[in-house]
Nanobody, 125 residues
């Protein structure tokens, strides 16, 4: 059974940093494109970032470009999202997801077939 588990969320002050982890069990992560999505209260889910199977292709939402960095360690079966210069508008539940439907990396949540339970990120002073 494919399982993704997010960790690393928490409460941080504006301007601070967090690193989210997405650990996979039951499957080998390097066969999958991995995406990070987030959903704030009362808002639709939005794509944040994704990384291709090899790690050679990444994609970011305009709202996080230059502040967030996605990476993967296939040996550890884990994908990371380093979030710097956090803003209150980054507050949301963050989810990681996996897909094999098409190569490359696109922030289309309909491509993704396996999802984690989410981790809360709150940016507040």
């Amino acid at each position: 059974q494919l399982q993704l588990v997010e960790s690393g969320g928490g409460l941080v002050q504006p301007g601070g940093s967090l690193r989210l982890s997405c650990a996979a069990s039951g499957f080998t992560l390097n066969y999958y494109t991995i995406g990070w999505f987030r959903q704030a209260p009362g808002k639709e889910r939005e794509g944040v970032s994704c990384i291709s199977r090899s790690g050679g292709s990444t994609n970011y939402a305009d709202s996080v470009k230059g502040r967030f960095t996605i990476s993967r360690d296939n040996a550890k079966n884990t994908v990371y999202l380093q979030m710097n210069s956090l803003k209150p508008e980054d507050t949301a539940v963050y989810y990681c997801a996996a897909q094999t439907r098409r190569p490359g990396c696109y922030l289309a949540d309909t491509d993704f077939t396996s999802w984690g339970q989410g981790t809360q990120v709150t940016v507040s002073s």
